[in-house]
């Protein structure tokens, strides 16, 4: 037999399922007074005084992630990431996580260990107790499922179907810079298969990377909210692109919605990235995804209370159903938009 | 391009995520005044009064399933059941589920709403919401991720911990059929790759069969405890074995226990079984899990109230720790359990 020349690789099989878990849980302490059992019984237990959201999300290997540039700390990360920014959604805050993940005997114990304390980071940062999950074999690649727990007063939640024709429409941060980041990496990636002596450049492209790499779910836009004392219609998380998170505001709230293509935030390196990969910038922000800012919609009577506020932008507003969801253009033209960005993506144009 | 003769392959790139989400769950009706919002927003919304449970379970093709000869009917009804089974573990009520799941695209659409009819029935039979979930693509093969919430009353919290020097240790139903079950299935999947015209009578196996394949969840232990006044003190599900199980309630609460082989409830098909595949049945017991049956400890006095019923078998009792965990055998041996059995299966005799 070869020997193994990295003596940093532990076999998972040494440890065992009940070891595994010990041993990867064990650095998580319990901030919160809302849990009272964390991992070690059947299930945890929780006490929780207001309404409970919870919400799920599955991460595979080869599908949602390429771990030849995604690495596992950041993966951990943004596993967690993903999940708190659905309870942020509901204007509620992240309390607890379950964490489940499957993986095959090609990672050794050091591996799930970088992934863990990506999750811990995430914990930490975030306020959340780790208090349950399920580690297990799997006959290919990685798989991450995670449940997240918030807590919210009965008043604050805040569905996505509670836009009202007149309503703002409001986003936070900037958009597009995931999708771009994305296209970094794989460009880099055949560029490392061709050669892989070459050292690129990427700190042009560091936040557009990190957008990728490292999302941040916006806690701090529902903070935000409360201290400005504005209460959100409706409110959702940008997963898939602005055009689709519109749409299902639309649907479920049955109204209509007027956006303004100059209005939608766009990072400079956003910008100049479309520039060099020869994208639209409108459309990256439409239909990239993966960005993780806060949609939602607000009375008009809130605009003074947010205008100006570097956080937050007004990129459109909502109008009755019967008038349909809409882009409005630069050169002031109208298009219907669709849940892939606008009517004219689809018809090949 | 050959053509597709079996008509009823819908394929799912046709319905998209959300229309897949939408048409799977369409038939999930609310039980529970504590679900507020279930399927369709960022995050369900469960309003629970009293102390939540949570627990959550991941099954892989190829690791905990065999799709070869478990119907997708049962590995739903399975999922649910193996995530029930542990709120039912801490003496709660399961009142809600999240079910996420991966499949490759050879997987039609038709599959998946076989997969769901299982849920739907674990659901129904088990009063328990379908309150969200995920639903995506694998590179291969399918996973199934479920999350089970339950409520229970403070001060009925059953933990692992709680057993004490000469509580009684009880288990529900008996031992050893999903194991047996297994063998049973594994080998006509052998015999079956062999001559596939060969047509088994699997009449005498039925019982032991269907431990493995639709196992169920004891929730009525759970309400018998209550009617009989019984609070246990201890409680753990058995999907591992009894022996590892005890183990873990050894440990737990800081006890020994003295486990009598001759009160392990054995299924007369289990036994008939065993003598057929030359398998020790204790064995089995001690180390085939799967079982999902309640074992937990109680005060002696409670003995009176337990003594005799038909669903409860009394089979040892706990001792101080520095006693250690024992099998008393038939012939009055004492052998130290482990978590593969006894320590015997572990030296190779």
Known sequence: MIEDKDTQRTSLEKLGEFGLI????QNFPISHTSTIKGVGDDAAV????NSTVITT??????????????????????????????????????????????VSN???????????EGIAMACKLYTVDLVGG????????????????????????????GAKPNDLLVVSGDLGGAYMGLQVLERE?????????????????????????????RKDIVELLKNLNVSPTAMIDISDGLSSEILHLCKNGNVGCNLYEDKIPLDPTVISACEE????????????????????????????????NPNLSIIGHMTDAAEGAYLITRGNTKIPLTAQGWNSFETGS
Chains 1, 2 share one sequence.
């Open 22 to 25: 010990d041993h990867l849980t």
């Open 46 to 49: 929780l006490s929780i005084d």
């Open 57 to 102: 999300d599955l991460l595979i290997e080869g599908v949602h992630f390429d771990l030849s540039y995604m690495p596992l700390k950041h993966l951990g990360y943004k596993a967690v990431m993903v999940n708190l920014s659905d309870v942020y959604a509901m204007n509620a805050i992240a309390k607890q996580i379950t964490v489940s993940i499957a």
């Open 106 to 116: 090609r990672f050794p114990l050091e591996a799930l260990e970088e992934l863990y």
């Open 134 to 161: 399920d580690t297990t074999s799997s006959k290919t690649g990685m798989l991450i499922s995670v449940t997240a727990i918030g807590e919210v007063k009965d008043k604050e939640i805040t569905y996505r179907s």
């Open 189 to 217: 990636k055949e560029v490392f298969k061709v050669n892989p002596e070459s050292q690129p450049d990427l700190e042009p492209y560091s936040y557009i990377m990190e957008r990728q790499l490292k999302p941040e779910a």
């Open 277 to 308: 990969f020869n994208i639209d910038s409108t459309m990256v922000a439409l239909s990239g995804g993966e960005d993780y800012e806060l949609l939602f919609t607000v009375p008009q009577t809130d605009f003074k209370k947010i205008r100006g």
